[in-house]
C-alpha cells in the first residue's frame, strides 16, 4: 500500500473560500488540474462537461453580474450589504472554475453515469489541486441555479452548474469535522 497517497486522502479537506489566498495556480498548473482533473470514468468517452474559468478582473466582473441577478431575482430588495457580498463572491479566491455538466445524448451512456462523471470531475480537480498545494472549496451556491447567471455564462438550455471550484493557498489548515460512522452506513448482502 502507498501510505502516502492514503494518508494524503485521509487529511484531504476543503477550504473555505475566504481563508484562499494568492497565489492560486499558474496556467500550467492549472491547466495540469483541468486535464488530471478530467480523468475519470467516463462512458462512452463523452467528456460530458466543460469548464468556465475566472481569474484576475473576470471574477470581478463576475461580481457584478451576480449582484445584477441578485437585485432582479430576489424576492425582496437585497440590502447594500448583500449586494456587496455578491460583487466579491468571486474575489474570495484567486481563482475560480465553473464545471458544467453538458449531457450529450447517446444511447448506452444514461444522463445519471454521465452527472457521476462530472461531480468525479470535480473532486479530482480538487484532490490534483491539493496535491499541488492549493486549497479548494467545491460550491454550488444560488448563482448556479440563477437563470440570468446561466445566461450569462452562455449556458444551453440542458446545461447546469456541477459547481464552483475556488482554487488558491490557504491562509491556515483547516480545522478536523466530525466524519460519519462508516460502521454504521455498510451492510453485507444478503441482508
Known sequence: MNT?????????????????????????????ILTTGARVPDHKKLSPWRFIVFEGDARKAAGEIFAEACKKEDRQEPSSIRLDTERGRFLRSPVVVAVVSSVKARPGAPEWEQVLSVGALCFNMCLTANALGFGTSWLSEWIAYSPMVRQALGLAEHEKIAGFIYIGTPMEKPEERERPNIDALVSRWPA
Open 4 to 32: 502516502a497517497i492514503f494518508e494524503f486522502l485521509a487529511a484531504r479537506r476543503s477550504v473555505k473560500p475566504d481563508r484562499l489566498a494568492e497565489p492560486g495556480p499558474n496556467a500550467a498548473q492549472l491547466n495540469d
